[in-house]
Nanobody, 115 residues
Framework: QVQLVESGGGLVQPGGSLRLSCAVS????????MDWYRQVPLKQRELVAT???????NYADSAKGRFIISRDNAKNMVYLQMNSLRPEDTAVYYC?????????WGQGTQVTVSS
């Protein structure tokens, strides 16, 4: 059974930082790329960042220079370090497998950026 469990969300002031974590089980983690998405109500989920099995990263324009995606294959973990947070970063953040059929999603973790 494949499971993805996100953690690390919360309330943070503008300009602050958060580190999201995603624990993955049930797949050969090191073989797959991983994504972080986010979603706000009434909008489609937005791809924020991707990390390949080899550690190559890609970011949405909104995340470039502020967010860092990383992975620890020994721990089956993927992370999203978010810096210089803005109110518009407020969303539910999800991790997702890339390349599995079907893709698997976590349950999401809420990030709220507000003063």
């Amino acid at each position: 059974q494949v499971q993805l469990v996100e953690s690390g969300g919360g309330l943070v002031q503008p300009g602050g930082s958060l580190r999201l974590s995603c624990a993955v089980s049930g797949i050969a983690f090191r073989a797959y790329s991983m994504d972080w998405y986010r979603q706000v109500p009434l909008k489609q989920r937005e791809l924020v960042a991707t990390i390949s099995s080899g550690g190559i990263t890609n970011y949405a324009d909104s995340a470039k220079g502020r967010f860092i995606i990383s992975r620890d294959n020994a721990k089956n973990m993927v992370y999203l370090q978010m810096n210089s947070l803005r109110p518009e970063d407020t969303a539910v953040y999800y991790c997702r497998t890339r390349g599995t059929i079907p893709p698997y999603w976590g349950q999401g973790t809420q990030v709220t950026v507000s003063s």
